[in-house]
Every structure is written in C-alpha cells, then in structure tokens.
C-alpha cells in the first residue's frame, strides 16, 4: 500500500531533550516536506527537499533540522526542544513539485505527530 | 508567511445544501491545490487547478481561480455528513506550498 509513515505518532517530552521524529514514503517520491499545524495558523513549512541530499528552509526552520540520505527516509530533529514546539507535525511527500500535473503535485501526508514539549 | 487565507473560517450547513469557501492569495502562483482535513489526521487532496485554468470539476466539487483578484472558491454541491471537514488551499510559488488556515465545514444532518 502507497503510504507515508510517521514515528512516533504521540510524544511527550522535555525540554532540551533531543528527539527525531521519523518519516518514512514508499511511494519512490523525489519532493518531501515537514509541516507543523498549529490551532488558527494552518500548515507552516518547516523543511522540504527536492531530492536525496538536496533541503531547503520552508517558512519556520528555526529549531529544527532535517537530513535527507535516502531518497525514502525524510527525519525531522528537533535538537533542543523547547514549549513552543508543541504542536501536529506531519510529513507529506510528492512526486515532483515543479510539473504542474494532479499526480506529480498532489501531496501525500502521513497521519501526523502530536509532539508536547514540557 | 501564510499566503493562502481562506474565508469563512467556519461554515454551518444543513445536508443536502451547497458550500462555498473562498481562498485568497497574495503572489503570482504556478497553480491552486485543495485539501481536507478530517479531525486530526492528515491531509488528502481534492483538486489542482493551474493558473492558466479558470474552473475545473471533480465530481461534487467545482473549483474556480481568478488569478486577476489572487483568489479561488471551491464549491460542494448536496452535501453530506461526510463532507464534514476542514478545507485547505494551498498554492505553490516555485518549489515552496503555502498553506491558509482553512475553513472548518460541518453538515448538520
């Protein structure tokens, strides 16, 4: 089954405690891309990638990091949490970003992370 | 920065009745994507309209784009309990999407 997944899915946490969370799309997308959801602001990109090794800063990249080694595998770190990090994150992937075709585009996003910092 | 900003934030409606929510934006755009929301979960795509496009349908959903005022409505006709949801739009400018904060939809029975 095409999916995104996300570990974990529920985290509780301190701050300053280092934490990955982790994404993970079988689909052999190239485009793939953190959000965080926060209540009345919508989805703020935090990193997104165009393709293995390949990361950009989305519009919040502050506090986080990302890496990309495998084109599958898109982990988001979060090196020294803190309280305004609490918020849904999740992790969306697509084909291409740039064609301008329903399929190339369409976004696929994994069920989300709900990450409370302490 | 957020883009996209969609209007209402929350729209009421009885089963069966049509629902429109708009979306604006503020840059010049490769196309126009919709998105919902069941509570809490992830989102899934609904339709991608390009800016050379003015309208597109899928099935109960219309989509239309005027890229001359930087907006876009997306209508549901009949709608039904399932609908009951929150509606994104987002927008792509080069390699980044912009997300607004979506309109809450809830179709009493």
């Known amino acids: 089954e095409a999916q995104v997944t996300q570990n974990p899915r529920y985290l509780i946490t301190v701050t300053g405690k280092k934490l990955t969370v982790t994404c993970s799309q079988n689909?052999?997308?190239?485009?793939m891309s953190w959000y965080r959801q926060d209540p009345g602001l919508g989805l703020r990109q935090i990193y997104y990638s165009m393709n293995v090794e390949v990361t950009d800063k989305g519009d919040v990249p502050e506090g986080y990091k990302v890496s990309r080694k495998e084109k599958r595998n898109f982990p988001l770190i979060l090196e020294s949490p803190s309280p305004n990090q609490t918020s849904l994150y999740f992790c969306?992937?697509?084909?291409?970003?740039?064609?301008?075709?329903?399929?190339?585009?369409?976004?696929?996003f994994g069920p989300g992370t709900r990450l409370l910092v302490l | 920065s957020q883009q996209g900003e969609e209007d209402p934030q929350a729209l009421s409606i009885q089963e069966g009745e049509n629902a429109t929510m708009n979306c604006s934006y503020k840059?010049?755009?490769?196309?126009l994507q919709w998105y919902r929301q069941n509570s809490g979960r992830g989102l899934v795509h609904l339709i991608l309209?390009?800016?050379n496009e003015r309208e597109k349908h899928s099935g109960r959903l219309r989509v239309t784009l005027d890229t001359s005022k930087k907006s876009s409505s997306l209508l549901i006709t009949a709608s039904r309990a399932a609908d009951t949801a929150s509606y994104f739009c987002a927008t792509r400018s080069n390699y980044q999407l912009i997300w607004g904060a979506g309109t809450k939809l809830i179709i009493k029975p």
């Open positions: 689909m052999n997308h190239e485009y």
């Open positions: 840059t010049s755009i490769n196309n």
């Open positions: 309209i390009r800016s």
């Open positions: 969306a992937s697509s084909l291409y970003p740039l064609v301008g075709r329903v399929r190339q585009e369409t976004q696929y």
